[in-house]
């Protein structure tokens, strides 16, 4: 007879392993969890920073430089030599965005002096850099610098007023 077929028998079936039964079941007492410390309490289990004594990863690695990806401030890039279509007229970030020279996205714009400018245009941008303005200026143009957001003012309480209370 195919045990597999036999009514009420399910052969891939599992029971749960019941600890601390008794000293017969071989799970008793201690339950399979050892001695005293931090493995045999509940909660415990997959800490990957443990390495038993060896110093862990995190510890042996070298701490190094410094990070300021958070508070930086990007620029998109154009160079001068992309302005000579813009002939005779005034180039805003707007415009470059419709353009196509620069992302969507992009918020700040810095013009950067390669290639060479035979011709007048006013440039709006927030950042220019030496050797881009002097080209500008020479060719006729203009060159205008666009303001960033300000920073948010935090003002803080002169020492001994309370907390609520104003100066």
Known sequence: M?????????????FK???????????????????????ARTGFGGLLHREGGQMPLIRRLPKRGFNNKNFRVEYEVVNVLSLV???G?????DI???KGLLKKGAERVKILGAGELGVRVDVHAHAFSDKAKQMIE??????????RKPAPVVR????????????
């Open 96 to 98: 470059l965005k419709e």
């Open 17 to 39: 392993v019941r600890v601390g039964r008794g000293s017969g079941s071989g799970l008793g007492k201690t339950s399979g969890r050892g001695a005293n410390g931090a493995a």
């Open 138 to 147: 020479a060719a006729g143009g203009s060159v205008t610098l666009l303001g």
């Open 2 to 14: 195919d045990v597999s077929k036999a009514v009420g028998v399910d052969v891939g079936r599992r």
């Open 89 to 93: 007229t005034t180039v805003t970030p």
């Open 85 to 87: 279509q813009f002939a």
């Open 156 to 167: 803080k309480r002169p020492k001994g007023v309370p907390k609520g209370k104003k100066a």
